[in-house]
């Protein structure tokens, strides 16, 4: 399972795939969130792992 640590403590666990696909299946939307992987950023079509450890960091914009 790849393990999702979000910005608010919370532990996400889901089946591998592209981040993109992980993101939406969380219900998460893949352009407010940056997700990195051993402290390297990761694109929407990266794919993951079924072992991978992900850290989330939310996007903070205005208008």
Sequence with gaps: MVTLYLPDGQILTTH?????????????NPYEILVTRDGELLLADDPVDEDDVLRA?????GG
């Design 16 to 28: 591998a795939g592209t981040l993109e696909e992980i993101l939406l299946r969380l219900d998460m």
């Design 57 to 61: 960091t939310s996007i903070v914009h």
